[in-house]
């Protein structure tokens, strides 16, 4: 099968295409660095460096859209959103142009989205039906996803994943937290009454591959194990398979005073369950934090 993947270069991109080489899929990777795309993803793996090389003649059976600049690496300023929302919305816009030249369409396009879709909501529990609190997040999420359901309109299948917090052994959310509480000096963030919703990097992969299997599924799919934690628990169970005390917290107002905006990422509260794919009889390999951190660590 041809697969084309923007961001394919990313924390997940990089395993998600190994994952489809290993398969046997013919996989080309959209990248701004094209000549770096075989030595991070492999020799079998073709490099892209424009959409506007593709031509209306080329097809590809399933497109996998995972770009934008990084959300974490800067304090939010206005120009930095406007980065933030032209990284995921633009090139989203432009991929699905793209897809109307073609001659011949791909049957599937699978493009992010986030949690963040749903906002700041407490203990209340989130699935796939319900909506979402106007914040930044929220806009960019919800604007993110229209710009790829205009796929829809070509005859192409949609399924938007609202990803959570990934866990794996070399990047993401882990990697920003080892050092500290590898020394002992993590703990929760504010109250640590926030909710997280996670899941282990090969969960998402194995929702991906089951998304192309799949020809039923359409729509936006929830991209978190079905137990989610509190930011107490989450530090609490890393700091003990570390066997680590995590004694100090972060306070929200410093949090806040350092990261601005940005701060509603780490203190924001999202239950996110995963209903839809629970539904469709998904089996996640790692459906509690304990053994997705445990298998995150032993691959270090």
Same mark, same amino acid.
């Given at each position: ?9 990313? &924390? ?8 489809? @080489? ?14 770096? @795309? ?10 892209? /460096?424009?959409? /506007?090389?593709?031509?209306? $003649?080329?097809?590809? $059976? +399933? ?7 990084? %959300?974490?690496?800067?304090?939010? #300023? ?5 980065? %933030?929302?032209?990284?995921? %919305? ?20 699978? #493009?992010?989205?986030? %949690?963040?879709?749903? *906002? ?7 699935? $796939? ?17 229209? =710009? ?9 299948? +949609?399924?938007?994943?609202?990803? /959570? ?6 990047? *993401? ?9 590898? &020394?002992?000096?993590? *703990?929760?963030?504010? #109250? ?26 359409? !729509? ?39 990261? /601005?905006?940005?701060?509603?990422? @780490?203190? *924001? ?11 469709? !009889?998904?089996? &996640?390999?790692?459906? $509690? ?8 660590? =032993?691959?270090?």
């Amino acid at each position: 099968m041809k697969i084309l993947v923007t961001g394919g270069t990313g &924390f997940i991109g990089k395993a998600l295409v190994k994952t489809l @080489v290993g398969g046997g899929h013919h996989v080309t990777v959209l990248s701004r660095t094209p000549e770096h @795309v075989e030595a991070l993803c492999g020799p079998e793996v073709f490099g892209l /460096g424009h959409l /506007g090389f593709l031509a209306p $003649e080329m097809s590809f $059976e +399933v497109i996998i859209n995972l770009a934008g600049a990084p %959300i974490f690496d800067a304090r939010w #300023s206005e120009a930095r959103k406007q980065l %933030i929302r032209k990284s995921r %919305i633009g090139l989203t816009e432009q991929l699905v142009d793209c897809i109307e030249r073609m001659t011949v369409k791909p049957k599937l396009l699978i #493009s992010g989205s986030a %949690i963040g879709y749903y *906002g700041d909501q407490g203990d209340a529990e989130l699935t $796939e039906a319900s909506l979402g609190c106007p914040d930044f997040s929220h806009r960019l999420c919800a604007d993110w996803e229209a =710009a790829a359901r205009r796929a829809a309109q070509f005859g192409v299948r +949609v399924c938007l994943m609202r990803t /959570g917090l990934v866990i794996a052994d070399d990047g *993401g959310l882990l990697q920003r937290m080892l050092p500290a509480f590898r &020394f002992g000096l993590g *703990g929760r963030l504010g #109250s640590g009454r926030q909710w997280m919703s996670w899941i282990h990097r090969q969960d998402w992969i194995n929702v991906a591959l089951t998304m192309i299997a799949d020809e039923s599924m359409q !729509g936006p799919y929830n991209a978190t194990a079905p137990n989610p934690v509190t930011n107490r628990e989450f530090t609490c169970t890393l700091a003990r398979c570390l066997r680590r005390p995590a004694l100090f917290p972060a306070p929200a107002i410093v949090l806040k005073c350092l990261l /601005g905006e940005m701060s509603e990422l @780490v203190l *924001g509260s999202q239950r996110v369950l995963p209903e839809r794919l629970l539904q469709q !009889g998904f089996k &996640f390999d790692y459906p $509690e934090l304990d053994g997705a951190l445990r298998a995150a660590l =032993a691959a270090k």
